[in-house]
């Protein structure tokens, strides 16, 4: 089997099923790009499809009349524009956009810092979104390979941005939490909501039978695999600790041991989140597309859904230079607001009286995740289950090999104390975690039964970290 033969990229059909400017440019005979809009040339009263210029000018997510203008300084601003609507365009939620700037302007001024938080955890919602969106356009011209390593470095690149800021103000619990909390949102939140909306909207066959949605087996088997060995290199680290503290008096020494261990760690789920690419997209890629899933799916007992398919291409919206400079500049702004939302955690931790661990835990992680999350349950809905699951177990393979090491590292450049020592709760709540999924998703199947068992765990574990005093779990943070 080629790679052709697999079907369309996991990004192009995330692309297509999730896009608010979907509309298929410049077919059956419509328009070319070079129609014009200003100057140049007469306008027809239609463009592609019978939608008006008017239309194509301020909603066709694929072409603006003008970028093919000889004129220069018109072809600057078409083109200019066009980058900016497809932009807009590309994500619901980005009606948030509005937040941005009274988020940086409330932290320019120093307002309340409750008000600070709140504003900035609104617009970093839909910048998440755009980084997402600008990381497809760029991954769709470079192949799977580059591709894919691209996504990995921008897909959770809110959580590493706030992590990292944090990480400089010395928030290790805040740090931490974000990390072990992006994780269970991913396992159990959104793969939990996929669960329970693609379950209700396929429940039953055209003969009023109940039946279950499928996916690849290879992904879950996979996945959970990795996850054991993220959770067993949280847990080694804190049980090292724990045997140190009976043996070893002096504080120091331990310290520099756990710090030792984890730093070594960090480097070898490093080499391995490595290794796990190069599996899924050079040599084993046919074992995670749509018809490792299909094939799957005629060995199970039981009725099952019947996948969907797609067979149109999507057109990139920008050029991949373009979509660089919108990631660019969606990255500076994140960094922005990041930085104000954690300067006012202290602040929300002493008026609110919520945990480092709550907000690190539950509240970064939806910020980060919400498009994600968004876009998850659609192609749940869907049935094209095996999208869904890339999203939620993708992301959480990328935090727990990739970003929670790099994080270890970067404080080590950075002479920060970083380690993979977690708090002791939140470690316990993370393995119990996988061993509900791992048990979930193993049989390559699934149902809303199942989905709201993996959110009712989200949730106790959510209210039992809310309930949690303000500095309760924080003094074990550190593991010192």
Known sequence: MTRDEVGPSFHEQVRRTFSVGGSKHNQNGGTSETSPLLGNGATNGTQGHGHSETWQFFFDTHHTPGQESSNVAVKVLANTWHITKATLLSNYVNVLLVFVPIGIVAGVA?????????????????????????????????????????????????????????????????????????????????????????????????????????????????????????????????????????????????????????????????????????????????????????????????????????????????????????????????????????????????????????????????????????????????????????VAIGSSIQISLFVTPFLVILGWMMDRPMNLHFETFETVAFALSVLVVTYTVQDGKSNYLEGAMLMALYIIIAVAFFVTPSGALDENSLGF
């Open 110 to 390: 120093e307002w309340d810092p409750v008000t600070v938080f709140i504003i900035n955890f609104l617009a970093i919602i839909p910048l998440a979104s755009v980084l997402s969106f600008a990381t497809e356009e760029i991954s769709a011209k470079l192949g799977e390979a580059l591709g894919g390593l691209l996504n990995a470095t921008f897909g959770n690149a809110v959580e590493l941005i706030v992590s990292i800021i944090a990480l400089r103000d010395g928030q290790y619990e805040v740090v931490k939490s974000s990390m072990i909390g992006s994780i269970l949102s991913n396992c159990l939140l959104v793969m939990g909501m996929c669960f329970v909306f693609g379950g209700i909207a396929n429940m039953r066959d055209s003969e009023g039978n109940g039946q279950e949605q499928t996916f690849a087996s290879i992904t879950a088997q996979t996945t959970c695999s990795l996850l054991t060995l993220a959770a067993a290199s949280m847990i080694i680290p804190g049980a090292l600790s724990i045997v140190l503290k009976q043996t070893l008096p002096d504080e120091e020494l331990r310290n520099s041991t756990i710090l030792g261990l984890s730093r070594g760690t960090a480097v070898l789920l490093l080499l391995l989140y490595i290794l796990y690419l190069w599996f899924q997209l050079r040599t084993h890629h046919n074992l995670f597309g749509a018809e490792a899933a299909t094939a799957d799916a005629d060995q199970l007992p039981g009725p099952v859904a019947e996948p969907a398919h797609e067979e149109e291409n999507e057109e990139a919206h920008m050029n991949p230079w373009a979509a660089g400079g919108v990631l660019i500049v969606t990255t500076i702004l994140v960094s922005v607001c990041a930085d104000y939302l954690v300067d006012s955690i202290d602040a929300l931790v002493d008026r609110a009286g919520l945990s480092r661990n709550f907000i690190g835990l539950i509240l970064i992680p939806i910020v980060g995740n919400a498009a994600e999350h968004v876009t998850a349950v659609v192609v749940a809905i869907k049935n094209k289950m095996d999208l869904a699951m890339g």
